[in-house]
T-cell receptor
Framework: NAGVTQTPKFQVLKTGQSMTLQCAQDMNHNSMYWYRQDPGMGLRLIYYSASEGTTDKGEVPNGYNVSRLNKREFSLRLESAAPSQTSVYFC?????????????FGNGTRLTVT | GENVEQHPSTLSVQEGDSAVIKCTYSDSASNYFPWYKQELGKGPQLIIDIRSNVGEKKDQRIAVTLNKTAKHFSLHITETQPEDSAVYFCAASIMGNQFYFGTGTSLTVIP
């Protein structure tokens, strides 16, 4: 039982390049989330998907797009990377919103944009 | 939206002592409060959570208290051990929908 799996673990991009961060969960969870973690800022929600087929913006969605490919997979795309997007990105899943169920996190993708 | 504040940002304690981390929240509709532990290079892991119909919850050396009137909740770790050294995050949520996190507390347990 792998839980939440994120790929890649590390990535270096040049300004303007694009990339997609992949996330998959094997817990049959309905809700999935993308967070970014910056020093002194805690975890900030980028986008979330309450259920398959739906996506919603979080606190800091600018510069990102998401796709809920199926129940298991939720990807995050940076179309034109900027240095301000240097961060650690975490994918999380939960059984369902509305049930007070906790988030389960992956181990993160460390992204550097030069 | 919800605003969660967490203090202190760093905390050092001697092994065997207790550690307390405090959080406040702004939205009285928040009703679910999980705590996460993050070790270096890993994602946050849930260690304990509390719902707003409960004032206190304990799990071995870890306890969480909630004061809904004052809108604050705290994590208590007793008999600290070196393996408790990590970054701890509190969070607040309305019905398990969007989660709002504090800025983290880096706990160091000195052997």
């Amino acid at each position: 039982n792998a839980g939440v799996t994120q790929t890649p673990k590390f990535q270096v991009l040049k300004t303007g390049q694009s990339m997609t961060l992949q996330c998959a969960q094997d817990m049959n969870h309905n809700s999935m989330y993308w967070y970014r973690q910056d020093p002194g800022m805690g975890l900030r929600l980028i986008y979330y998907s309450a259920s398959e087929g739906t996506t919603d913006k979080g606190e800091v969605p600018n510069g990102y797009n998401v796709s809920r490919l199926n129940k298991r997979e939720f990807s995050l795309r940076l179309e034109s990377a900027a240095p301000s997007q240097t961060s650690v990105y975490f994918c999380a899943s939960s059984e369902s919103g509305g049930l007070n169920s906790p988030l389960h996190f992956g181990n993160g993708t460390r992204l550097t944009v030069t | 939206g919800e605003n969660v504040e967490q203090h202190p940002s760093t905390l050092s304690v001697q092994e065997g002592d207790s550690a307390v981390i405090k959080c406040t929240y702004s939205d009285s509709a928040s009703n679910y409060f999980p705590w996460y532990k993050q070790e270096l290079g890993k994602g946050p892991q849930l260690i304990i959570d509390i719902r707003s119909n409960v004032g206190e919850k304990k799990d071995q050396r870890i306890a969480v208290t909630l004061n809904k009137t004052a809108k604050h909740f705290s994590l208590h770790i007793t008999e600290t051990q070196p393996e408790d050294s990590a970054v701890y995050f509190c969070a607040a949520s309305i019905m398990g929908n969007q989660f709002y996190f504090g800025t983290g507390t880096s706990l160091t347990v000195i052997p």
